[in-house]
């Protein structure tokens, strides 16, 4: 009688070691199959618009993942829409752009039906398509306003004062306020080495300055700029803006930049004359001392002194005592004559080099031993 034949013991170990495979990957429990990415850009969450002449600033940043976490892969195109308040169903693709993952821009040039008034709420969009015209949708709405943009500021002028910078233009009798922006121009390399300490930007001296005119009342034709300092150079532009409340949103409608005026903050401003000036005669020396003077830019004192005669008139012109300004508000003449009575006179000068008017003279005698 024949029996089976029983497996070789090849095959047991091929099976045993085939299902010891199939174990280990877990093929006997599969997950759910994940679907295949459709490489959809993330949805757009920053947009904004600003209005300035006739056109609409659109800034954005275009995503660099798609919805599910995934690199971007280029191209992207981003299209953006506009929508009237007249139109509330209706987002009009209005231009598309290839765009690239980060900070993204597009200006919207207005047609002519939308820079005349009456003012009307504009509401935009954008979204971004990927390489196969797929998109995640619209971004977070943005507004802006249509309507008549103000015209622009003409005729500014800068001059330096010594409280600041006297910003001047033309006024115009509408509604509406100035933006006026200041940056400093930053110096370039000395052409030969100085031994004065660079000017450090404080909250006083700031690169950049924004400043505003005639907002609570009707325009001014000017104002101050109190932070500029002397011996910058800076440049400035203006704006007119007009402000409009449109479905509870407060929007600016601004003039295209007035030309840029670029303005050194010549210092020609001299301190003030000294005041309090006292002489102390002595045996050898005439002892001079005066209030300090207050000023930031000060460089120090100047003396200067002439001979009287016996009927109090001056017999010379002034003779300058100090060769250099000095820092103190005091002096000792250590080259008076005995018997000689001299009139003193001070002045301030600034690290400019401007010169204060005299103090008030003073007269005295060196005593005789």
């Given at each position: 009688?024949?029996?089976?034949?029983?497996?070789?013991?090849?095959?047991?170990?091929?099976?045993?070691?085939?299902?010891?495979?199939?174990?280990?990957?877990?093929?006997?429990?599969?997950?759910?199959?994940?679907?295949?990415?459709?490489?959809?850009?993330?949805?757009?969450?920053?947009?904004?618009?600003?209005?300035?002449?006739?056109?609409?600033?659109?800034?954005?940043?275009?995503?660099?993942?798609?919805?599910?976490?995934?690199?971007?892969?280029?191209?992207?195109?981003?299209?953006?829409?506009?929508?009237?308040?007249?139109?509330?169903?209706?987002?009009?693709?209005?231009?598309?752009?290839?765009?690239?993952?980060?900070?993204?821009?597009?200006?919207?040039?207005?047609?002519?039906?939308?820079?005349?008034?009456?003012?009307?709420?504009?509401?935009?969009?954008?979204?971004?398509?990927?390489?196969?015209?797929?998109?995640?949708?619209?971004?977070?709405?943005?507004?802006?306003?249509?309507?008549?943009?103000?015209?622009?500021?003409?005729?500014?002028?800068?001059?330096?004062?010594?409280?600041?910078?006297?910003?001047?233009?033309?006024?115009?009798?509408?509604?509406?306020?100035?933006?006026?922006?200041?940056?400093?121009?930053?110096?370039?390399?000395?052409?030969?080495?100085?031994?004065?300490?660079?000017?450090?930007?404080?909250?006083?001296?700031?690169?950049?300055?924004?400043?505003?005119?005639?907002?609570?009342?009707?325009?001014?034709?000017?104002?101050?700029?109190?932070?500029?300092?002397?011996?910058?150079?800076?440049?400035?532009?203006?704006?007119?803006?007009?402000?409009?409340?449109?479905?509870?949103?407060?929007?600016?409608?601004?003039?295209?930049?007035?030309?840029?005026?670029?303005?050194?903050?010549?210092?020609?401003?001299?301190?003030?004359?000294?005041?309090?000036?006292?002489?102390?005669?002595?045996?050898?020396?005439?002892?001079?001392?005066?209030?300090?003077?207050?000023?930031?830019?000060?460089?120090?004192?100047?003396?200067?002194?002439?001979?009287?005669?016996?009927?109090?008139?001056?017999?010379?012109?002034?003779?300058?005592?100090?060769?250099?300004?000095?820092?103190a508000p005091a002096f000792s003449d250590l080259t008076a004559t005995t018997g000689q009575t001299y009139s003193y006179r001070v002045v301030a000068i600034d690290s400019t080099g401007n010169q204060s008017p005299p103090s008030t003279d003073v007269r005295e005698s060196r005593r005789s031993q």
């Amino acid at each position: 009688m024949e029996f089976p034949s029983q497996p070789d013991q090849r095959s047991v170990t091929i099976l045993s070691f085939a299902c010891l495979i199939a174990f280990a990957s877990g093929c006997a429990s599969p997950g759910p199959a994940r679907p295949p990415s459709l490489h959809l850009p993330h949805v757009v969450t920053d947009l904004s618009a600003t209005r300035t002449g006739n056109e609409v600033a659109l800034r954005w940043t275009t995503p660099d993942k798609t919805t599910d976490g995934l690199n971007i892969q280029p191209p992207l195109t981003a299209e953006i829409c506009r929508k009237l308040a007249t139109q509330p169903a209706t987002c009009t693709p209005v231009k598309h752009l290839p765009v690239h993952p980060g900070p993204s821009g597009a200006t919207d040039a207005l047609p002519s039906s939308l820079t005349a008034d009456p003012a009307t709420l504009l509401t935009y969009r954008v979204q971004i398509f990927n390489t196969n015209g797929h998109s995640a949708g619209l971004s977070n709405p943005a507004f802006a306003a249509g309507g008549a943009a103000p015209p622009p500021v003409e005729d500014v002028k800068i001059t330096p004062i010594r409280d600041g910078a006297m910003v001047e233009w033309k006024p115009q009798s509408i509604s509406s306020f100035i933006d006026l922006d200041r940056n400093l121009v930053q110096a370039t390399a000395p052409k030969k080495p100085s031994t004065r300490q660079p000017r450090q930007l404080t909250v006083a001296t700031p690169a950049e300055v924004h400043l505003q005119a005639g907002r609570q009342t009707a325009d001014p034709g000017g104002t101050i700029d109190p932070t500029a300092q002397r011996g910058e150079t800076y440049r400035y532009t203006a704006q007119r803006v007009r402000a409009v409340t449109l479905g509870g949103h407060a929007l600016e409608i601004r003039s295209v930049p007035s030309p840029t005026i670029t303005t050194l903050m010549r210092d020609t401003f001299p301190p003030a004359a000294p005041t309090g000036l006292a002489a102390v005669p002595g045996t050898a020396s005439i002892d001079l001392s005066w209030e300090p003077n207050t000023e930031p830019d000060l460089a120090g004192y100047i003396v200067f002194r002439q001979p009287v005669a016996s009927d109090g008139t001056l017999t010379a012109a002034p003779s300058r005592l100090t060769p250099t300004p000095i820092p103190a508000p005091a002096f000792s003449d250590l080259t008076a004559t005995t018997g000689q009575t001299y009139s003193y006179r001070v002045v301030a000068i600034d690290s400019t080099g401007n010169q204060s008017p005299p103090s008030t003279d003073v007269r005295e005698s060196r005593r005789s031993q």
